[in-house]
């Protein structure tokens, strides 16, 4: 809800922030301490804005057993470049740093006119967003007016052109009278503000040891969100990644926010221990929610044990590497060992011309350069030239995404190219995608194929690809459409998700050797006919399917299964003072959450001053699969002399003359003033705040 005295406030907050900002140097402050030799640093609470330095925000290197807790601070990065690097530490915590970009990395406006064959679209931008001349042709993406959601699959401009201040004409690369964009949609495309040059990601990880990274939201991004590379054993715990609602953006915008990022929320690259992401968000981002991969090299001749190589980039094949072997025909080898690398020079002319017939990046495809190599195995093998080598030690195996909420995004939901990993109790929405997609990728040579991987217990809705796909294709596979043989993937269970609103085949899974899918229920499957498969396995061998069924709409059993993680250290299943309210063909419940209790001096301490942390609001198509919505009234991002600003109660929705109404009781338990007859603890006011919409944003009106 829009902060009580917001107007009256705001301008003495951009004063007070504009002179925080002159006397407060953030990367100066962190970096002095570390030098001091402190171990714990702790940022004062403050929104700051900060100037890059050799293309990064703030930069942390080379450090050991440090805790850096930043709750309550936010970075204002300056330049569309870098906000943060974490690079060669070892057990180091970073918690609760928010990181928000202005200018921003895109602009966003409205389509004012089509040609004919929409090839061309003329746009206008939004006030409060970047201008045209920094428009840069990156992640164009057109979303519906009404729904604020994606309206139509990917657009590659040909070219962008500035017609003035305010307006772009878009030239796309194909068009068609038929296509569903139309005018009065909005657009989102990538902008660039980097005076002093810019490098991707906002947050980069660079061979890092147990690093974690705690309670990070990031509102924006020039490409990734989190990428990590070279690390061992990272953890993401309740990171977020969304779109900044209008009610919390410092910069005064004509419309709110449609984009978070411009590409992957979270992704690793070569990791020995795969990263643990443990109750985290994605949403509105341009591109896949999760990728978790490695590297695949070509071999290019084979004589007995000794391989011709090609490396991706680096070769990152190191002597007493475990291989993982893939053919060029789809089938996957045993796995062997690397006894010896060798550098041998460049990719030769006939090297690059196979390469340029396969089916791959474009990037790859025509402009790789590769360095070659000699790779001796322990034992003899036959591969055929374009088949696949990776380091089976460098892939992230042992991965963990457990309890996230995804969605909303034009790709993938979790993708995963790797073995020994769970991918357990996530919510996903909306992907474009598969939401959850286990398979190696040839396209952008990113290994591997899969062992022992569990996919249980998610809740998938509206999907607009095969909910759930696990899948393998070599080389020659891409070109013939075919599927790999069994054993591209073992031991695969696919157990428990409830797949809702979804094409099918719900489940579709090929190339699996030993594999179980059972106890998964589909709900209103879409185009479902007698002759359609819920399941559908292809080249798959040793396979169990057991009790999987069918919906055509929820039933229910009391109590209905329901938990939340938004604002706890823990997911949690306790409700109390439900309120929940149709709109349209949507139920939205509020709640009050967890903690329940008053005041106390001994939790004060704690996150929220040890209280409930808002109002969060949750919606259901069916009343069983629920999704966090948004936050209608979060503490954490109330001033201190709020008056609603602890223990938010029973809270209620109503809706009178097309307005929406948000009523409830909270309390203060910072500022005695705000507390009846000087107690503490007591939630001894009601507020009501009213809203053009059901999930907001509410106006503070009583």
Known sequence: MVPYQMAILLFAVVVAESTAEEIFDLPGFIHGKLKAGEKRVVVPPGRYRVTPK????????????????????????????????????????????????????????????????????????????????????????????????????????????????????????????????????????????????????????????????ENITLYASNCFGFLEYDCDGSTYLRCRIDRRSPGDDPVRRAEPRLRSLNADAYHSKHAIQGPAYIECVAKYMGDDAVNICGDYHMAMECKGAELRVLAKHKMNIAVGDPVELFAYDGRRLPDAKAVKVERVGKATDAEKAFIRQQRMDEGLRTRWNADAFTVTLDCEVVLPTGSLIASARRMGNGFRVQGCDFGFNRSRGILIKASDGKVIGNKLTGNWGPAILVSPEYWWLESGSSNNVEIRDNMIAECRARPIFVHAQGGANLLTGKAAPSGAHNHIVVSGNTIADSPTPNIEVTSTENLKIENNTFVSPKDAQPDREMVRTVNCTQVTQTNNVVESSMSYSNPLPFQYAEGQTEPRREVRDPCIVREGETYYLVFTMWPFRGRDEKHLGDPDNG????????????????????????????????????????????????????????????????????????????????????????????
């Open 54 to 213: 050799d293309r990064q925000h703030l930069s942390l290197r080379n450090l050991q057993d440090v805790e850096i807790v930043a709750d309550g601070v936010e970075m204002v990065c300056t330049e569309t470049t870098r906000a943060l690097t974490v690079a060669h530490c070892r057990n180091v915590t970073v918690r609760g740093l928010v990181i928000d970009y202005d200018p921003l990395p895109f602009t966003q406006g409205r389509i004012v006119k089509l040609s004919d064959d929409k090839k061309i679209h003329e746009i206008e931008l939004f006030d409060g967003y970047p201008p045209a001349e920094m428009a840069r042709n990156f992640k164009y993406e057109i979303f519906s007016a009404e729904t604020r959601t994606l309206a139509t699959d990917d657009h590659y401009p040909q070219k962008v052109e500035v017609i003035d201040r305010r307006h772009l004409r878009v030239v796309n690369d194909r068009g068609s009278a038929k296509d569903p964009e139309k005018v009065g949609d909005l657009i989102v495309i990538g902008a660039e503000h980097a005076p002093g040059g810019s490098i991707p990601h906002a947050i980069e990880c660079a061979g890092n040891a147990n690093v974690r990274l």
């Open 611 to 702: 209280s409930s942390p808002g109002i969060a609001m949750y919606s259901s198509k069916d009343l069983k699969a629920w999704r966090f919505e948004n936050w209608l009234v979060k503490s954490s991002e109330l001033p201190e002399d709020c008056p609603y600003k602890n223990r938010f109660w029973a809270p209620e929705i109503h809706k009178l003359g097309g307005k929406f109404y948000l009523i409830f009781t909270a309390d203060n338990w910072l500022k005695k003033e705000f507390n009846p007859a000087g107690t503490w603890g007591t939630a001894g006011y009601a507020f009501v705040g009213v809203a053009d919409k059901v999930t907001g944003p509410y106006q503070h009106i009583t």
